[in-house]
């Protein structure tokens, strides 16, 4: 992913819904003009949060995430992207605990496998 987070989810929204023109998302995107694309294509502007949680749900990703990863490209302070990264750090390891636990959970133990055999 690059550094400009607005414009990435912009192009991962037009690939998920099969979109080929710029002119589609000003369309599907509520309160999205063409200047303001081009402006954030150059990086000079960013979604809203409102648009962003819109792009999250049609495409299927977490919500938290993206608003967490928004906040970091808005952000001015250095100590603030880097609160947000560790909340970005502990989602993940929240997520990979979780994944890891369902996993554990809905492997048959051994003296089920064999019963099942």
């Known amino acids: 992913m690059n550094e400009n987070y607005s414009y990435w989810l912009l192009e991962t929204f037009k690939k998920v819904k099969?979109?080929?023109?710029?002119?589609?998302l000003v369309t599907l995107i509520d309160e999205?003009?063409?200047?303001?694309?081009?402006?954030i294509k150059a990086g000079r502007r960013h979604l809203t949060p409102e648009q962003a949680m819109f792009?999250?749900?049609?495409?299927?990703?977490?919500i938290g995430e993206v608003l967490v990863r928004l906040d970091m490209?808005?952000?001015?302070?250095p100590a603030v992207k880097a609160e947000l990264q560790k909340v970005l750090k502990r989602l993940a390891g929240a997520f990979a605990a979780i994944v890891l636990t369902m996993s554990l959970a809905l492997t048959p133990s051994p003296s089920e496998a064999s019963a099942s055999a």
């Open 32 to 39: 999205l003009s063409e200047s303001h694309l081009s402006n």
């Open 18 to 24: 099969g979109l080929s023109a710029n002119k589609d």
């Open 73 to 77: 490209e808005t952000s001015k302070s």
């Open 55 to 62: 792009i999250a749900e049609q495409c299927g990703m977490d």
